[in-house]
């Protein structure tokens, strides 16, 4: 991975990017919980979701997860193109 680490380095190297992808995944996860529970659950005098509050669930799920998969593949696209073109990424050079 990175030619300058000594061993200990990169397996401490590895394990910080480990735990910050988990913790991205998780906060991922939690504003998607939020975000589809305030849009879809509004009626609490039952324990269990009714079929509309279910079915605006599953759509706010779906919407999110096909928006983050369009949303890496352009951003992959853009990566991909900047590498061809001799820019780095994100130095606009």
Do not use: I, W
Not at 68 to 74: A, C, I, Y
């Amino acid at each position: 991975m990175n030619a300058g680490l000594t061993p200990q380095e990169q397996r401490e190297l590895e394990s910080r990017m480990e735990k910050k992808q988990m913790k991205d995944f998780m906060n991922t996860y939690s504003n998607l919980v939020q975000r589809c529970f305030d849009d879809c659950v509004n009626d609490f005098t039952s324990k269990t979701l009714h079929q509309r509050e279910e079915g605006c669930v599953m759509r706010c799920v779906d919407k999110f997860m096909k928006g983050t998969e369009r949303l890496g593949q352009r951003f992959q696209e853009q990566n991909a193109a900047m590498m061809q073109s001799g820019q780095l990424p994100g130095t606009g050079r």
